[in-house]
Each structure stands twice: as C-alpha cells, then as structure tokens.
C-alpha cells in the first residue's frame, strides 16, 4: 500500500537535546535556548502546533538544518510556564509523526514545512500476530521491572492501535534514544513491530541480568552482615569467659 500523506503545515521547530518524542504522549520540558523559546512562542500563530525533532548532537547550542532528524512529532504546547533565567517549561501532547522537507532559519527561530508520515499497513494477520506477542512482552516486563508507572499499565491495557501502543511502551521505557528514533522514523507497521519486539526481547533480558545481579549483591551484603554479628558474639563469648582475644 503506498504512502499517503494526510496533513501539511509550515511549522516552527524546537530541537530537543536528548529526547525523542512520540505520537499519543504528554511530555514536559524546559526549553531555555533563544531559538526554542522564540519557537514556542511562534507557534501561537499556528494553533499552538510545532515541530519537535531530536538533534544528531544534544552538545550542540546552535543547531543547523544538518544537525536536525527529519522525522519528528507535531505537538500542540498544552502550557507553558516561565522561570527563573530565561527559561519556560513546557508540557505538549503528541499528535502525530511527520518528516520535515528542509529546515530554515528566520527572525531567531528554526521552522520546517512538515508533511505526516502515517503507518503503512501490510498484511493484518501478521500484524495482529506481532502485536499479540508485543503485548505478551509487555506483560512479561511490567512482572519483571515494575517501573512502568500503573496508569500507563492501565491504560495500554485499552489501546487497539498498533502505533499508539508503540508510542506509549516507547514514550515510557528505557530504551536507548538512537533506538526510539529508529522507532519513531520506521513507516512500515510490521517492521516497525518487528523493531520494537527486539527492543522488548533486549529489555527484559537485561531486567533479568539486573535482578540477579541484585539478587547476587544483597546475598554477598546478608553473607557479610552474618559473619559480622557472628563475630561480634564470639568476640562477647571470649570477653565474657576472661579469654584473652
């Protein structure tokens, strides 16, 4: 099925230093750059709608078209609230993911003629069959970590779109930020199921490897304490029987 894209805008850009953002999620941030906060402000002219795309290098104070991924996520800033230094902190709702075409530069703001990038659906059995087994993973995770917070295990609990699932398990786990972009870039659902599958296999089996590695310390710390009491009462005994220690 080819890709069909379902929305344009020209929008301003505001460039996040580490993190990648998604589709179908509420997310916070400070932004104190002057090209971020003239951004923010310039979406105001477009029903509050920018463009937020992860840079190649956080480091970097100022950067250029080259330094910006193509693919990232219209949002629609829900609050803004200034600070102390000339800076604000924002909180936005993911809309929906997009490609900018270029990115310009002009009056101290970056902005990009956007284009959305919906899913493009293969065969349904397969994808119904990745989805269950994802979500089986998920399960298997939430066991295992307990760190999904539980209004997001409840709530992925109702989602029946494949994408919106992704998005939120991505938005909320620890995956490396190279890895979500892959996530967030892959047009195709059954790849991008696929992808996300390894990153859940990954995932737990480094959850596992944290649990015994925990497992492990507090066994080597209860080793330690035991002797310790053990021979702080021998140590009672000898005083106790006049032997000279």
Known sequence: MANQTNKTNTLSVVPMRTQVIFPNTTVLFDAGRGLSLAAIERAGDNGQLVFLTRQKNGDKEFPEAEDLYTVG??????????????????????????????????SGYIYAVTDELPAVHGDPTLEEAYFRTAKELVKDIVLADGKIPKEVESKLSTITDIDAYIDLCAHNMRIRDDVKQQLLETEYLVERLKLFERCLNDELEITRIERKISQNVRQSIDKSQKEYFLREQLKAIHQELGDDV
């Open 73 to 106: 996520t219209v949002a629609r800033i829900r609050q803004v609230t200034r600070l102390p230094g000339d800076r604000a902190r924002i909180v936005a709702d993911g809309l929906y993911r997009a490609r900018a075409r270029d990115f310009r530069y002009e």
